[in-house]
């Protein structure tokens, strides 16, 4: 209920902008400001990512392979914060930026094909099990992914519980694991609303207002619909759904 309740109030603040501009296209910029404070007010740590320049990235890097969606600083992992002042003068300073959360601390996203997570989502339904804060990402030239926010298992208070594994990867190894990736400890993910290149956008389904699940209860419904949805790809396309080689 605090995490409702917080979200609500963000929701509720005047939207002229995230330094109380009320200029062309203040409307749009105050409301994205209030969606990612709401994000921060409920728990979701933030840190500026780059955004898109055309159909390419704001950063230096020459040929960027994830264009608008990495962080702008090495230091992200310790940048990111829930500090509602730190956040609002990010988006002052650097209104244009994406932004990153990072999981692992309060939480964890379980990153799927978006077809893959309606399939997902229409069987828990079905279940009766309560799903968490959802997000859809859709990029040109790369396939729609859904993101399903959920507990962290990343910190663990005994250590030794911790684990990594190949579903614990980073945005940067998307081609080498098309499907069903854990992002916990040490990753992180595009915070809804982001802008990327082309007509490409990170959006809410389900919003962040809602509790975080128990990442294993998700899990079954989601590798399923990723073997099925690897499954018909091999069909479709004839080739290995899985990559056997580093």
Known sequence: MERKGRF????????????GDSGPGAGAAGARADLLLAAAAAGFPLAPAAHPDGYGCSC???GCPTPARHPI????????TTDA???GQWLNNQPEANFITATGITHDVLDVPADAGRQALERLGEAGVEVGPVATTSAD??????????????TPEDEDEWWPCEL???PETMDEHPLLRWHCRGSYVLMPPARLPGEGHVAWLLGPERPLPDPLTLL???TDACAQYAGDRQEQHGTAAWPMGR
């Open 73 to 80: 600083s090495f230091a992200w992992q310790t940048q990111a």
């Open 8 to 19: 609500s109030q963000w929701l509720r603040r005047p939207r002229g902008g995230a330094g």
């Open 85 to 87: 002042e730190k956040v």
């Open 141 to 154: 030239l790369h396939e729609s992914r859904m993101l399903f926010f959920t507990a962290t298992r990343g």
């Open 168 to 170: 614990d990867c980073h």
């Open 220 to 222: 079954e419904a989601l």
């Open 60 to 62: 230096d890097r020459i």
